[in-house]
Structure formats: structure tokens, C-alpha cells
């Protein structure tokens, strides 16, 4: 599942512990506007043209109106795609961009907590937001309706756990 751009981003002998990305649900939320207005859409397009194609044929060039939300129902598809949340041995990843690509991540030695919430929804259908806290107490990362939260807490603990541990026995 991990790309070749996040391959490239991984130091020696890191190793990807997890990969996600946002729930589904998330994906469904942001294309719902599209969907409906490309059956508002069609239906009155259609409507129109029963009624008025002997006398207007050009109505016909209205079905090219539905190019606009089919485009932004794409780019919502394939920017959900593109994001990637990641736990590897070392560090937290949070990853997005079709073309330009962004990469912020969080260093396992720095995180000090890590919050999770889930509405009751969220637990029925599997996701959640978790929130990396680092010293300052604020959120350093969030990672908001991903799927699987709690998986990707106990990833993200234990690879701090075994970090830890790594450290302790060389020191």
C-alpha cells in the first residue's frame, strides 16, 4: 500500500508499522454535494428536454453542465486517496497531495500522550480522530476520521515502546 514517494521519505531502517487513510464515510460526506446536484442535474435536464427538444434542440449541451461536479467528484476521490496517515518504527506520517506532495510527521521520542475520540457512530462504523500531544501540550498532529483508531494508537504506542527500549539498552 505505501508509495513510492513515501518510500523515498523513509530514513534507513525505518520500517512502515501501519497505513491508513480517512474512513470511507469521510470520502462519502465530500462527494454527497456532487452526487445530488448531478441527479438535480440530470433530472431537470431531462425534464426540459421531453418538454422543449422540438423547438430548442441546443438543450441538448446542457448535459455538458455535468462535467463541473463530475471534475470536483473526482478531485474529492483522488485527494482522498492521496492521504495517508503512517506510523513506521521511528516516527508519525501524515501525508497528502496529488501533485504537490506534503509530509508532516512526529517523532515517536517526542510524543509525550495521545488522544483519541470517537462518536458513538464513529465506533459502530470503525473511526475516529486521534490527536499526537507532544510536550507543550498541544496537538502536534491530528488525524481526523481516520479509519481504525484505535489500531493506529496501539501501532503508534507500541513502535514508541519498542523506540524506547532500543534506546534504553544501548544507553
Partial sequence: MADAYLQKMLATKEKILLETRHHWIYLIIETIPEILLM???SVLLTFMLVD???EHG???WG???????MVSMTKDILTWFSRKFVVTNRRVIQ????FNK???DSSLEKVNDVRLSQPLIGRILGYGTIEILTASEMAAN???QIKDPTGFKTAMLNAKEALD???GSRD
Fill in 102 to 104: 506534503n509530509l508532516v
Fill in 52 to 54: 422543449w427538444l422540438p
Fill in 142 to 144: 491530528r488525524f481526523a
Fill in 58 to 60: 441546443w438543450l441538448a
Fill in 39 to 41: 441527479i438535480a442535474l
Fill in 165 to 167: 527500549t532500543e534506546r
Fill in 63 to 69: 448535459y455538458l453542465l455535468l462535467l463541473f461536479p
Fill in 95 to 98: 501525508l497528502w497531495g496529488i
